[in-house]
């Protein structure tokens, strides 16, 4: 087991940062979680883990399909069953079958990681969403509302923000 220990360098680095005020957003912000919503994310990535997994089968089955072919077209041709032919096709099936493996599960996790990325973009600012109308129905002061940079529906907190301004007045900024 490697364990890692900060040079002296690095740890005079770090010193000299820690006495820095870095403001209310590296003060307070919270620990990054896996699933910000669950019952969203994981139908999300269930969907595409679904879509990936019923591709990978299609592609498997019509594969193997086609080796079928390759060895009814050796017995129509007379073939005996010891034949090489035979063993070239079940030899070529037991390469495919290695690589698809391979390349199927690396697919599946591609895709599926993609799905958990991708939920997290929708999720995240959902949830920020939510949180701000918890947070600011009770205070008296309209509070603009924020994303972080590269959420998807970056264009909601300032629709949002002048609609609460013509409805609400003038916003005070944080």
């Known amino acids: 087991m490697i364990i890692f220990t900060p040079s002296r360098k690095c740890q005079k680095k770090t010193d000299k940062l820690r006495h820095l005020n870095l403001g209310p957003a ?4 919270k620990s990054k979680s896996l699933l910000i919503d669950p019952r969203f994310q994981f139908t ?4 595409f883990a679904s879509i990936s997994l019923f591709a990978c089968a299609i592609l498997y089955t019509a594969v193997h399909y086609i080796f079928n072919q390759f060895v009814e077209r050796g017995v129509e041709l007379g073939l005996a069953k010891g034949h090489v032919f035979y063993q070239f096709i079940e030899w070529q099936k037991g390469k495919f079958d290695m690589a698809f493996y391979i390349v199927s599960l690396s697919v599946f996790l591609a895709i599926t990681l993609s799905g958990l990325f991708l939920s997290h973009r929708i999720a995240g600012p959902l949830l920020r969403f939510k949180q701000y109308l918890q947070e600011e129905k009770d205070k008296p002061d309209v509070v603009p509302l924020t994303f972080r940079k590269g959420d998807f529906f970056s264009d909601l907190p300032d629709l949002f923000n002048k609609y609460q301004e013509s409805k609400f007045g003038a916003k005070k900024d944080k």
């Open 26 to 29: 590296m003060n307070q912000r």
């Open 44 to 47: 999300v990535i269930g969907l």
